[in-house]
């Protein structure tokens, strides 16, 4: 009996050891790019991702029209990218200026750019930065918060 009861206990032991935290970043592992839940951004173009991410989307008139489908953006604080989506032959960049922040898109034709940004809470600009085209309407206010 004393046998069967210290073959038992080291089945216990052992089940224990096997069972324990296999920790595997339990977080999927993924980057912090891939997809989270909708935001309630979504009208404005806003999408959540995993790891606190923005991305937000703006996309210039594809008659070659000097706007933006969008003049307002909202965001959290943390990595925010802005791609903009030029559907025209005119060329058109999205550049976001504020706070100490000044990076902008290549300027492209027909096709789309990204810029990403760490933003802090607060007001910033975007807009074309294509000669001409901010004085024309292609701006817009990004507020973080």
């Given amino acids: ?3 069967l009861a210290a073959i038992l206990a080291s089945l216990v032991l ?13 977080g999927g592992g993924g980057s912090s ?3 989270g839940a909708a935001g309630s951004g979504a009208d404005n173009g806003e999408a959540p991702s995993g790891g606190g991410a923005t ?15 969008k003049t307002e953006l909202t965001a959290k604080p943390g990595k925010v990218t802005i791609t903009m989506d030029n559907p025209s032959d005119v ?18 034709t027909s096709g ?13 600009e975007f807009y074309c930065p294509v000669d001409g085209h901010k004085a024309g309407g292609m701006e817009g206010t990004l507020t973080v918060g």
């Fill in 1 to 3: 009996m004393l046998v």
């Fill in 14 to 26: 052992i089940a224990a050891g096997c069972g324990g935290d296999d920790d595997d970043n339990g």
């Fill in 33 to 35: 790019d891939s997809s």
């Fill in 55 to 69: 991305k937000l989307t703006l996309t210039a008139d594809p008659d070659g029209g000097l706007t933006f489908d």
């Fill in 91 to 108: 060329p058109h960049a999205v550049e976001v200026e504020g706070n100490g922040v000044d990076e902008e898109t290549k300027t492209l």
């Fill in 112 to 124: 789309t750019a990204d810029v990403t940004v760490d933003l802090k809470a607060g007001k910033y």
